[in-house]
């Protein structure tokens, strides 16, 4: 017999077909045993008639466990009431394996009892959404910079020196060398867009910050754009651009799923550029008359981003935050040397920043000058340095963080439940 | 004036229209200097008449380094004698920064050299067209998984454990405990598989292996699909139509770098599905017949895999290796316990294993004898063994390896060119 597969069902109309999955549960009324059967694409209600088999191996499926993995073979027919609208009519049911005591139950369970089975709570409805929306992010994001002339250039994972500084970082032994973690492709890309004009890079990155924030991972995911003879007027249209292609196409792909995470989807309808620009000190008045305890002159808060991006509808561009709170990298504003070139969008609905951009110092004095005020270590800098020596051009780029826009697109609180095994200063396990 | 890139050219055939890039190198004759102008998208000639300039200014032009970033405004035209196909006359030349005297000059350097300044060489035509390629190689393979069904799953860095044993692992602290770098995301997509059905993680990877070979890296991009109810022949066929999909991606989307990197195209068409297959002990005959001082019970050697994959014109699927030469994880063949349902593709051409795969042990006594027998900690794999106590399913994957797949399409001799920072044991900078 043909397996399909549930997300399929569609196509198989009337046909016998077999699917393998898993018992997701299942309810038994007299003659009649419904098993809600997974696949991992879907959901179909398998519809078992006492008289179709022997009695004993009827009563066997009625007391199969949840996750049993069984095979049923039968007749897939539409029927409106249905979740999902079809019902397999099941002539043979296979049991494949029977499952132990499932510890994942429909009653409520405690975070960390979740978190500690993470790799069993992937099969629950909410958590596989969740991670299909996840999918479809990175394809967008992806997508949009393929289609856009992006040239993809892998940023290397084991750094010499550190890119924003040498706290927060994760270290090991590299043979006889000292290794970290890196941070950001950021200048990595920066070599890059001056070698492909457009390059991009997508991957993990680690910091090692004793936060236990709804917002903090140690290890989270990140694409990072970088232009060559790109200044931070046209860097802001690149992110609000990329922003609004993302959010459309999980719109587009993924209404099954946001409505089952009881997403509004309104909210994400209004996602199109342009998106409001307003600089730093705009900012700190809106916190001012909102009476938050922000210091001007400090980079915001989360308390503070979370003011901030509740005041707009659409993702908000904040720029021109003063120097001295962003890296050494980052262009001074030639009317305002006091002020940095740097843009930060901020998620609405209180979800706060999702990216983090700007022009890149491209002058070598200037960037020598910044390298030492920080006191890094202009040795490792070398390479970074030469891009300044060898047809320096203006050049600006950001990076967006992929666990907090699915946490912001799919309404989810915290960022932990974005990413399929998170880690975070408590959590290594599974 | 509209800038452009090179690349879309064509579209612009005697319109006026500023080009931004760098000089990549130049002739000057008489009243005529031209300039072979790069923007990472293509090259173009740009032709540079005295009669238009001030004479300081076009003796300033003639002096410029190699790399000095400049903006070139002028028609461009069609011409078949020029490289590209198209030219352009150029009205004005800015020069935005003058480069100082470039390193990387048109005659030899070593490997070292060239590594130690891996930011700059990124800008030569060869290696740009490598990772151009490589970003193809990366992009086909999301496609072909994205386009059947597979769920893109990332596997996490951070692991508590070893997934191929303890040798060979980075380490790091991670606040209170140790923690291990990700050699394979496999045992997380088993998790996956039961999930979502089909998965696949696409990730680096990272082995401290002490190899200073042409096939090694310490880091390394694999892409790692895994799908549950799916047994060794079925993994087969998704290994050879991905393989399969790749070449013929990147066949008819670069021949422009193929055709620059000198590789016989004729070759990569060849490359379709199906692929020859042969067992272990197959394979063993072949080498004994070519005389190898392979000993026969043991893994083969990179010298045994390039004698194999020379003797066919596909990639080859190398099957049922001895158990005890592979992962405790491997599924044993019913009729042959001492070997492993498992396969290996190596590339035509002597380029040798770009993918190992096989079908996992899905019986848990078997799986926990297994653990117990390679010494590894019961306890951090709990959550792997519960894949086999709640629906346990025959289940299969394999991994590519991203380095490799380039290096064999491209024809490059050593790994260490496939990958834009590459890391080996004596290289981690820049």
Redesign the interface.
Known sequence: ME?V?I?DAAEHVDQNVTI?G??HNKTHKGKLLFIMLR???GMIQAVVFKGNFDEDYFDELIRLAQ???ILVTGKIVQDKRSKGGFELQADEVTI??E??E?PITPKEHGIEFLMD????W??STK??AL??V??KV??AS?DFL?NN?F??????????SACEGTTNL??????D?Q?Y?TQSGQL?ME????????VYCF??T?R?E?SKTRRHL??F?MVEPEM??CDLQEDMIWAEKMVEYVAQYVLNTCEKELTLLERDLSKLETIKAPFPRITYDQAAEILKKANSDFVYGDDFGAPDETILSQEFEKPLMVTHYPADVKAFYMKRDPDNPERALCVDVLAPEGYGEIIGGGQRE?NLDELLKRIKEHELPEE?F???T??R?????PHSGFGMGIERTVTWLTGTHHVREA???P?T??R???
Chains 1, 2 share one sequence.
Not at 170 to 175: D, I, K, V
Not at 389 to 393: A, F, K, L
């Open positions: 397996r597969y997300a393998k898993w018992v696949d991992g694409t996750e049993s993995a494949h394996h499952a132990q499932y089975h993470r790799h069993l992937l099969r958590q596989n991670l299909k996840r999918h990175i394809k992806r393929d002339g040239t993809l250039v892998d940023a290397p994972i084991f750094t010499p994760f270290e090991t032994e590299y043979f060398a290794a973690l990595y070599a890059g867009a001056m070698a492909f004009g457009k991957g993990p680690f090692a004793k140690t290890e995911w060559a003879y491209d490792a070398q390479w970074y030469d891009l020596r060898y047809g320096s051009v990413i399929p095994f880690r200063m408590t290594l396990y599974p």
